[in-house]
């Protein structure tokens, strides 16, 4: 089975900045409409980011920590050195109108979602209150965001620009790995649970990796031979495929970037 049935999707889930459900778009052309985006919707995008982030930060998880809040004060430090005019303003966007459902108060620039009602569920809940892997999503996708906007060496993007956004992209990784977060060896996201044995840490895939690649479950492909009789094989999965199709728009960090099957 070719590794190009093996991509990597964006949006697998919700979206990691409001919470929405849109539909799931290839992540090589979804970094490519980042490349050439424009001031603006970075703008934008880093201030709902910043807003999420810092309520994240004084929210009331119980996995918070000194050290998680230390490397959220450099993100912060990051985020205000940028030269944006005007400078960056903080707010997710997304308040609560009761228990079960926040608005989102503009059209979500990461989406592209309409402004409108979100409601929580298994994967996304109220920034004050968000768990590792959802917090974790937000920085590592955030990154990805980042990493397309710099291999697009925007024009709007004064040399001093295009390095404070660097820091800042390896500030996110940063802030991940203080919350004892693995990171995915194929693709670099950051989750709270690798698999693959025997060595997970470095061989391993991450829930993303697992659903491209193929999932658990077994599959079987029927074929007749010369004599007409039905021969069964069974498919392999490969959840390193969905990376190294990816290879060449990961970022640099990512310890594994195989350009072909072994």
């Keep these: 089975m070719s590794t190009e049935t093996f991509p990597i999707w964006m949006f697998h889930f919700r979206c990691p900045l409001c919470g929405g459900s849109p539909e799931r778009v290839l992540l090589r052309d979804y970094l490519r409409g980042w490349s050439t985006a424009s001031p603006e919707r970075v703008w934008q995008t880093l201030g709902m980011f910043g807003g999420a982030l810092r309520e994240v930060q004084t929210g009331q998880s119980r996995w918070l920590t000194k050290k998680f809040a230390q490397a959220c004060d450099r993100v912060f430090r990051n985020l205000d050195a940028l030269p944006f005019d005007p400078p960056l303003r903080y707010a997710s966007e997304l308040p609560?109108?009761?228990?079960?459902?926040?608005?989102?108060?503009?059209?979500?620039?990461?989406?592209?979602?309409?402004?409108?009602?979100?409601?929580?569920?298994?994967?996304?809940?109220?920034?004050p209150g968000a768990c590792k892997v959802q917090t974790g999503n937000l920085l590592y996708e955030a990154g990805l965001i980042l990493w397309a906007v710099l291999l697009g060496l925007p024009a709007w993007a004064p040399g001093n620009m295009l390095g404070g956004l660097n820091e800042l992209r390896l500030s996110l990784r940063k802030t991940g790995k203080a919350m004892s977060l693995f990171?995915?060896?194929?693709?670099?996201?950051?989750?709270?649970?690798?698999?693959?044995?025997?060595?997970?840490?470095?061989?391993?895939?991450?829930?993303?990796?697992?659903?491209?690649?193929?999932?658990?479950?077994?599959?079987?492909?029927?074929?007749?031979?010369?004599?007409?009789?039905?021969v069964i094989n069974m498919l392999q999965t490969d959840h390193a495929a969905p990376?190294?199709?990816?290879?060449?728009?990961?970022?640099?960090?990512?310890?594994?970037?195989?350009?072909?099957p072994k």
């Design 96 to 127: 609560a109108l009761n228990d079960r459902t926040w608005q989102l108060n503009t059209d979500c620039p990461v989406c592209s979602l309409p402004a409108g009602p979100r409601s929580p569920d298994r994967y996304f809940t109220a920034w």
């Design 183 to 230: 990171e995915c060896p194929q693709c670099g996201r950051l989750t709270t649970c690798l698999y693959g044995y025997p060595d997970a840490e470095k061989n391993g895939f991450c829930r993303w990796c697992l659903d491209m690649g193929g999932g658990l479950g077994l599959g079987f492909s029927v074929e007749i031979d010369s004599t007409g009789q039905p």
């Design 243 to 260: 990376g190294r199709n990816s290879w060449d728009i990961l970022p640099p960090e990512v310890g594994r970037r195989l350009a072909s």
